[in-house]
């Protein structure tokens, strides 16, 4: 009796443990199998730590795929903000790229812009230099013909010629040698007698008129610019100047 209660006692035991385990297994022997006990709780102790295993590996990788999934959203996200960075980047470098040629195509205009004007006003102060030729080549100057135009053309022909005289000096001569007829002719003095007389504004002979006449007046004795220029130059190579002939010469 006492044996019997014993096994009794191990088999529920075994029992309760295998249930634990999540098997069952049903005892069929009553007799002495009690080693039979630590092998059963063995089992149980691994079935739980596979278990445990089991969801620790489980959990790891569950760790993993979220760490890497991070990873790769957290990469992803870098990636995409770089790809902005870069963006933002060349639209700025375009936009300084655009000022930039703007600003060298609106410098580059406004050269072309002044050289045309200054060429253009080149161009415009040549040309009104070449109708001022023309105007001064067609409209020489214009003196009066009188004894004032006579003397002031002599002494501007006498500049070019380096004559020396002055408005004075040939006005005073010519009042006293002809009282400014241009046609006066001196028919009694010496030169009269020996058939040259004295002709003209200063009253110059012939000879001497050819002799001293000056290139670009008339060849005429009795033309008033010419008589004047002739005596004039006569009177320089004489005298010095005509400013120094106070009486006959």
Known sequence: MPRTLRITRSHKLATAVLVAAGSVTAIAATGGQSDAQPAAARSSVAAEKTATEVTAAKAAEARKAAAKETAAKKAAAERKAAAATAAKEAATKKAVAERKAAAEKAAADRKATAKKAAEKARSEKQAANRSTERKAVAAPKQYKNNLDGWIRESLDIMKKKNIPGSYEGLHRNIMRESSGNPNAVNDWDINARNGVPSKGLLQVIQPTFDAYH????????????????????????????????DSAY
Do not use: E, Q, W
């Open 214 to 245: 000056v290139k670009g007046t008339p060849k005429k004795l009795t033309d008033p610019v010419a008589n004047i220029t002739a005596a004039a130059n006569y009177a320089a190579d004489r005298y010095g100047s005509i400013d120094n002939v």
